[in-house]
Structure formats: C-alpha cells, structure tokens
C-alpha cells in the first residue's frame, strides 16, 4: 500500500510537459551546429536545445536547457536522469548547470552518447530531473530535428574542405578527452591567462596514425599548436585496408580554472 501511495505521489509532483512557443530552429553557427526551441509562456519561456559533436569518430550529443533562473548562482553538479516518450527509456548522466554572468536564466548541460541519440531520435518528449528541479518538454518528434543537425554538420565539415564520408574512427574503448589533459596547458598561455576553444582537423593513414594536423578555428596561438602536439601524440585510429587518407575533427575547450 505505501509503495502504491508513494507512487501515485510522485505521478500527482511530476511536471506536465510544456508547450512549444515557437519552432525548431537550426542555427549554422562557424564552429558547430544548434537546434533550439523555445517552451512555455513568451514572459517565463524554457529553452530546449541539442548539440551535435563536430567530431567525425562519433555521433554524440549534447542536451542543454535554459530556464528562467529561481534562486542562486552557484555552479551545480550532479547526476540527471533524462526520460524520452513514449518509450520510458532513461539516462543516467552527470550534468552541469551555471547561470551566465549577467543574465537571470540558468543553464543545463548533458551530455547523450551515440546509442541514447539513436532513442532520442523517437522520442516526442523529453524531461529532465536534475536535483530538485524538473523540466518537461512537449518537442514532437526529434529525428526530423536530428537529422537536420547532421546535414548542417556534413554542411561545415564541407565548408572546411573535408569530406565527411572519409571518417577515420578510434579503437573501441579508447577515450578522446585523455588525448588532451588539463596538465598540459602550455605554461606561456596559462600565464598569460589565455583560454579558448581550438578546433583542429587530423589528417590519418589507412595504417591509422596521424600524419599531419592543422587549426580550423583559433583559440590562442600556444593552446592551438599544443592541440595539434598532443592530437599527433596521442591519436589512436583504426586501420581500414586499402582507404586513403581519412580525417578527424575534434574541439578541444582550454579553460582554467583556478584563475
């Protein structure tokens, strides 16, 4: 009977699904691709927005929230569960939430990989539990959303004079972010204070080794040169017989955080 209670509980507390107040938009941005719509009243409305990874070795994406800021400006952390409709599938998931200097909004962020997108691609409704705030959202199908993310993508890549169809894929297992670890910020540029965001495209062998590596968007010039070291160090790709040169584009955010 309590079980029974407790249920019904949580059911009568959980939040219905805002009302889109507008269309999807795709926003083609120079280093990377957004969709976005808003939710709610036009005085009090929610953003909802998907991220697409610039990088060619995978298909992840990231999920961000914007919502009218109630209290605090504490940067917060945790882990989020995210509910897709009508499957029930759900996520597990660190988030990070941080209100922008200046604003009166707070931001989510979370990240989905390549198997939780493909789900996302079905859903018709998406929430978010993250601590004690809840977010629901009434989206309507998202793989047209998707698939428009992908085409502005092929779109930037093609803009960069790479061919998205010459992916070059990493090894199963192996993790991208330990290519480049916060204790090689180059010391000059962590004097000096620089941060930024580096995009870099790898040029890879059919053999699966780096050969060259150049800087698509600069951030600062010791932190875009350190991005290509350590990408030429560290990459690890798959070999594929008889291929041509193939290609990887990675984004990499120096940022310091004790400054």
């Not at 709610?40 to 995978?58: A, E, V, Y």
């Not at 798959?238 to 990499?252: I, N």
Request: with cysteine.
């Amino acid at each position: 009977m309590i079980g029974w209670m407790t249920m019904a509980l949580s059911a009568a507390t959980a939040p219905a699904p805002l009302a889109p107040a507008g269309k999807w938009v795709v926003d083609y941005q120079k280093d990377m691709c957004i969709a976005s719509r808003a939710f709610g009243t036009t005085d009090n409305s929610t953003l909802f927005g998907i991220k697409p990874s610039i990088s060619m070795d995978g298909d992840d994406h990231i999920l961000f929230f914007v919502v009218p800021k109630s209290s605090g400006n504490e940067v917060r952390r945790g882990q989020a569960v995210i509910t897709l409709q009508p499957s029930g599938q759900q996520l597990k998931i660190a988030y990070v939430s941080a209100v922008p200097k200046g604003t009166n909004v707070r931001g989510y962020e979370v990240y989905a990989n390549a198997e939780f997108a493909a789900q996302l691609a079905q859903a018709t409704a998406v929430s978010m539990k993250a601590g004690s705030d809840q977010l629901s959202f009434a989206t309507g199908k998202v793989e047209p959303v998707l698939n428009a993310l992908k085409a502005c993508n092929e779109s930037l890549l093609r803009s960069w004079g790479i061919d998205p169809a010459a992916r070059a894929s990493t090894p199963p297992g192996v993790s991208v972010a330990k290519w480049f670890p916060q204790d090689s910020y180059p010391a000059e540029a962590k004097r000096r204070g620089a941060q930024g965001r580096s995009v870099i495209v790898v040029t890879v062998s059919a053999a699966g080794r780096p050969t060259a590596c150049r800087v698509i968007l600069k951030a600062d010039p010791d932190l875009d040169a350190t991005t290509c070291r350590l990408a030429m160090r560290n990459g690890q790709f798959e070999a594929v017989e008889g291929k041509s040169d193939r290609y990887a584009v990675y984004a990499v955010r120096w940022e310091l955080w004790d400054v």
